[in-house]
């Protein structure tokens, strides 16, 4: 929870932490309307795409990632 905050996630993160059993409160979440499953992201080449971003806060004199 701390570490991703709002941010998406990815099922495999919860599994990790929680084990395999996570998956049926992932679901039950997402058929209450709780939770919102998003697909994976294909080019129209097929090619999966990869989407990676962090919050950053810049200062005169220093930029601080906020997200990691």
Known sequence: A???KTLPFASRWIVKKFGTRALIGLRQLEENGNL???PVLMESSKGVVS???HTILIEKDKVIVTTE
């Open 2 to 4: 701390e570490e991703y």
């Open 36 to 38: 919102h499953h998003h």
């Open 51 to 53: 989407q990676a971003e």
